[in-house]
């Protein structure tokens, strides 16, 4: 069974430190370009940024907003993708959802960031 | 900044059929775009329908369908279900970046 489980998020305030982990299992996580997606209280989906595969470069990508603040990094031989965001706003509370590439198209059940003072 | 436009609402009855469609600030969508489709329904997290315009997963009900359709992205639903209400989003690719759609309310009534 695939499973994707997301831990770390709480409460910080501006100006803090987060990290995220994703827990992988149950498919060839080392061959996956993993995703973290946000999606802020009653709002929609904001893709976060994207690490690829070792074979392809293991390059990671960033949305505008989380550029430069946020870092993503993944252990295959731990199964886990991190996020390890910086400089937290207030407009970066949201639920952040761990997910795969659409190809295997898997998403964990998502952690509460809340940021404020 | 690339916006991705979708429908923000769209009502079906039962048994009929419905095409959603997202739209790109940057011209025409192609396959280059691979659109992507998910589904959310409330409390919870989003799942995959739709990759790469067309590609449907193990889990993907055969009345969703994906295409492109005048210069955008487009998911159908043939014979809609009750259990289909739910926030649809879209996803095109750009390069370096991703980019998702606002969403479409789909209410079955």
């Known amino acids: 069974e695939v499973q994707l489980v997301e831990s770390g998020g709480g409460l910080v305030k501006p100006g803090g430190s987060l990290r995220l982990s994703c827990a992988a299992s149950?498919?060839?996580?080392?061959?996956?370009?993993m995703n973290w997606v946000r999606q802020a209280p009653g709002r929609g989906l904001e893709w976060v940024g994207r690490?690829?595969?070792?074979?392809?470069?293991?390059?990671?990508d960033y949305a505008a907003p989380v550029k430069g603040r946020f870092t993503m990094s993944r252990d295959d031989s731990e199964n886990t993708l991190y996020l390890q965001m910086n400089s937290l706003k207030t407009e970066d509370t949201a639920v952040y959802y761990c997910?795969?590439?659409?190809?295997?198209?898997?998403w964990g059940p998502g952690t509460l960031v809340t940021v404020s003072s | 900044q690339t916006v991705v436009t979708q429908e923000p609402s769209l009502t079906v009855s039962p048994g009929g059929t419905v095409t959603l469609t997202c739209a790109s600030s940057?011209?025409?969508?192609?396959?280059?775009?691979?659109p992507d489709w998910f589904q959310q329904k409330p409390g919870q997290a989003p799942r995959t329908l739709i990759y790469?315009?067309?590609n449907k997963h193990s889990w993907t009900p055969a009345r969703f369908s994906g295409s492109l359709l005048g210069g955008k992205a487009a998911l159908t639903l043939s014979g809609v279900q009750p259990e289909d209400e739910a926030d649809y989003y879209c996803?095109?690719?750009?390069?370096?970046?991703?980019?998702f759609g606002g969403g479409t309310k789909l209410t079955v009534l």
């Open positions: 940057t011209g025409a969508v192609t396959s280059g775009n691979y």
């Open positions: 996803q095109l690719y750009y390069g370096g970046a991703q980019v």
């Open positions: 690490v690829k595969i070792k074979t392809d470069g293991g390059a990671t």
């Open positions: 790469r315009t067309s």
């Open positions: 149950g498919f060839a996580f080392s061959n996956a370009w």
């Open positions: 997910t795969t590439g659409t190809y295997e198209g898997y």
